[in-house]
């Protein structure tokens, strides 16, 4: 299979065909691919990934296999996480595929295939296949699975940055530790544009043991990255979250106006439906050129978006992290950043939507939402700058989808155990899998653990006389390859017209909420709610002139220790008293209103600020480590600060720090002296300073959807959010009381631990807090940092005008006190 690349190549000669040459890392990457070697290529956003990948697979399988011998079966597979790239990849593919090998077929397998594709293919897969994670997996429930697939030679995995630290990327590991059962000499590639962690994501993807020894293949390109910030004319001393919002209204007007096709990033979806509103208020002519797009809108509408942006026919385009990843959108022209991107890696991934061709400059433009993101954008770009990207881990050993890739390949052929452990633990999530570990999961799949052994519905795999495991009823095998996957969201309904016509989706919470006459915006239309029926809203168009916004419950991102790391390092200059950045100039009055109140927080700091008011004594600590952080340590420093006196504390928090408030005054000894800070029994104390059950079990309602225990419906039959809570709420509770050994309960433990409160990153700032040295200050007035967090509380108990005359009284008396 090493056949080294000719400058005459195939591949080379259609590249010089369109007056390309190939650069240095896509020669490199077809060497690689002809010495048979796996690996990973790193390389910007628009640099070129997709040829250098796929040029040099199709100059081996045109070695291996020479067109005009009749119909090949499937030979490569490339999976895309979004169903949104697979059209996109299957044109850029298509292209030198009908020069090179034009009797050659290249297909699509995605949840949004048409059944008549999907016939057509099972009858006979094409020679290439785009395709996802889910369905990859619903191909190895195949019952000729093994035959089938057996010819695969080539795998590309695209964004691969995307899938390492999910589930799906997991999913994606066991289905290419499968391919390389069937065949041996499978070749696999990853293609990232982002990634801290570039080695170790090679080998999560190529397994832990790949021979030969993966190549990786950094493609470093002069290609430029500009990034800048729109700053606010008067930021003003104060801040808190979203208090520049709507008055950056006017400058993003401004800043669409001067480009041809512009996208403007939230990064949530009620965030994108209120930046639609006040762009079409500012510009109403714009009416039919701005569009919106995010992942609970039709398909058809996302579809049009698409297909406009790449034509030039929308001036702009307000998105969510549904149009993050690759697809080319080759007129757009630059990016806007409504509020923080909240890690280096998202800026840099949004920035390559524009200038999205090698040789043309990527811009993104940070918009501050308030006076700390200004503060934070001049720190993502210096960051950016430096190449400080995170690193993303793989999740370890869930063993919920391990329960789900017993059954898939039991249904796809059968299973003999001792071969399929092995098998396994060639993925790199399940290196370190234990034997006990693998036949609990066997035992799971074949009996339904200790408690329900009584149900059939959950003896889904039987061993047979040869000693195979296979699934034995039709209906355990239809649910099965229904559920399949590990996405699981909030229940959702389908938002519908009277007169017909699908809308998009909404999480059936907030429909809940809704009574007759409700107006709401959704999919950038003011809506009328009339009813619910066989779960669907039904609504029309509003004659009113306002409306609520509808929200997701999907969490909030927090910010990442990178950033926060550089968000401590542009204070410190600030501290000083050097402003280099643009921003820091316009961040000044605030931050010298710090200095003045308080101090400014650095890196060799911890910031400690108290107070005490009417509502009762106040702590403010400033580690920078992101809100989840915070919100572990909030509740560990409340548990051990009432240890030895109850006491009642309520939280706030952000990405920059928290906040205790207790009516009761408490002893600051503690915090003075830094042992409250400790990591001695850190785990022990992480657990009972939390309602560590409830969260667990609110984590178990994914894990039991995941592994089979609990089904969401039949087609067009989907089960309520109710209905699904109910059932697992119940599973849980009869797993605890009769089957306290199921690891899928210590698996909702460590979830909550290690992706809720991220307790590794909860204790690894607790080290660096022992490190520094702690600066309390006692306030009379809130500071300008611990304002933003006061806010995040009364939020939750005042309406927005009380909220306003509040803050104005505080304002009014900090600027009264304050020192010259």
């Known amino acids: 299979m090493d056949r080294p690349i ?90 030198p595929l009908r020069e090179l090998a034009p009797t050659w077929t290249i297909g699509q397998r995605t949840g949004d295939t048409a059944s008549a594709e999907r016939a057509r293919q099972d009858r006979r897969f094409p020679t290439v296949l785009v395709t996802t994670p889910e369905s990859l997996t619903l191909m190895l429930t195949r019952e000729n699975a093994r035959e089938e697939l057996r010819s695969v030679g080539f795998v ?92 950056m209204q006017v400058p993003v007007v401004e800043e669409i106006a001067k480009a041809s096709t512009t996208l403007v990033f939230t990064n949530v979806r009620s965030q994108a439906e209120i930046w639609y509103q006040l762009l079409l208020e500012a510009r109403p002519e714009w009416a039919g050129e701005l569009a919106l797009h995010h992942g609970s809108l039709d398909r058809a509408t996302r579809e049009w978006v698409e297909l406009g942006l790449k034509e030039g026919r929308l001036r702009a385009v307000v998105a969510t992290s549904s149009l993050d990843l690759g697809v080319d959108f080759l007129p757009v022209e630059r990016v806007l950043q409504i509020g923080s991107a909240k890690g280096v890696a998202r800026i840099m991934q949004r920035a390559g939507r524009s200038g999205h061709a090698p040789g043309r400059a990527s811009r993104l433009t940070l918009v501050p939402t308030n006076t700390m993101e200004i503060v934070e954008a001049a720190a993502a770009r210096v960051a950016a700058y430096a190449g400080r990207v995170e690193r993303r881990d793989a999740p370890a050993k869930p063993l919920d989808v391990l329960v789900q890739h017993l059954v898939t390949i039991a249904l796809g052929g059968g299973f003999i155990a001792d071969a399929l452990y092995e098998e396994v633990r060639t993925a790199w999530s399940y290196r370190t899998l234990s034997r006990e570990e693998f036949d609990w999961a066997l035992a799971f799949c074949e009996r339904g653990g200790e408690s329900l052994s009584a149900y059939p519905d959950y003896h889904r795999i039987r061993k047979d006389e040869q000693g195979v495991w296979r699934v034995p009823d039709r209906g355990i095998a239809r649910r099965h390859r229904l559920s399949v996957g590990t996405i699981v969201s909030d229940a959702s309904m389908q938002v519908k017209y009277l007169s017909g016509g699908n809308i998009g989706t909404i999480e059936e919470g907030f429909i809940a909420r809704l009574r007759k006459g409700d107006c709401f915006y959704f999919a950038g239309k003011l809506l009328e709610f009339v009813r619910v029926q066989d779960m669907a809203a039904y609504v029309k168009r509003a004659t009113r002139k306002s409306g609520t916004v509808p929200t997701w419950m999907g969490s909030k991102m927090a910010l990442t220790t990178e950033l926060g790391d550089a968000v401590l390092e542009m204070m410190q200059t600030a501290a000083r008293g050097e402003y280099p950045h643009p921003e820091l100039v316009a961040a000044r009055p605030m931050l010298e209103t710090q200095a003045r109140l308080s101090r400014i927080p650095t890196p060799a700091t911890l910031l400690v600020e108290s107070y005490e008011s009417r509502e009762g004594q106040h702590l403010y600590v400033h580690p920078f480590a992101g809100r989840h952080v915070h919100l572990g340590l909030a509740s560990l420093l409340a548990w051990r600060l009432a240890r030895d ?35 001695a029994d850190l785990l022990h104390d992480v657990l009972a300073s939390l309602n560590s059950s409830e969260l667990a079990q609110r984590r178990f309602r994914e894990i039991a959807r995941v592994a089979g225990l609990v089904f969401t419906g039949y087609p067009g039959q989907p089960k309520s959010m109710r209905q699904l809570q109910a059932s697992s709420g119940l599973f849980y509770e009869v797993f605890r009381k009769y089957d306290q050994g199921n690891l899928l ?76």
């Open 6 to 95: 000719r400058r005459s190549s195939p591949a080379a000669s259609w590249m010089a065909s369109r007056g390309w040459t190939p650069f240095a890392f896509q020669r490199e990457v077809w060497r690689g691919i002809a010495q048979g070697r796996s690996g990973m290529l790193h390389a910007t956003t628009g640099a070129g990934k997709t040829y250098a990948v796929w040029l040099g697979i199709l100059e081996q399988l045109l070695a291996l296999h020479p067109p005009g011998r009749g119909a090949e079966p499937l030979r490569a597979i490339w999976l895309t996480p979004m169903r949104a790239l697979a059209a996109d990849t299957t044109r850029a593919l298509t292209e």
């Open 156 to 247: 590309v995995v695209d964004e691969w940055h995307e899938l390492i630290g999910s589930k799906r990327g997991v999913q994606a590991q066991l289905a290419l530790a499968r391919l390389r059962q069937l065949n041996p000499d499978l070749v696999t590639w990853g293609l990232s544009a982002t990634l801290g962690n570039l080695e170790e994501a090679m080998s999560v993807m190529c397994g832990p043991d790949s021979q030969p020894e993966p190549l990786l293949v950094r493609g470093r390109i002069d290609k430029q990255l500009v990034i800048d910030t729109l700053i606010p004319p008067d930021p003003g001393k104060y801040t808190w979250a979203g208090h520049l919002g709507k008055g």
């Open 645 to 679: 006196r109850p006491n009642t504390f309520s939280i706030s928090v952000n990405d920059y720090g928290f906040e205790l408030v207790s009516a009761e005054p408490f002893d600051l000894a503690p915090v003075r002296d830094g042992s409250v800070f400790t990591t």
């Open 745 to 820: 309960l210590s698996q909702a433990e460590q979830e909550v631990l290690s992706q809720e409160l991220e307790l590794s990153r909860l204790r690894a700032t607790l080290e660096r807090i022992a490190t520094r040295t702690l600066d309390i200050v006692a306030l009379k007035h809130p500071s300008p940092m611990s304002l933003p967090l006061m806010v995040e509380r009364f939020r939750e108990k005042l309406t927005t005008e009380q909220l306003s005359t509040r803050l104005d009284r505080i304002i009014c008396a900090m600027e009264k006190d304050a020192p010259r």
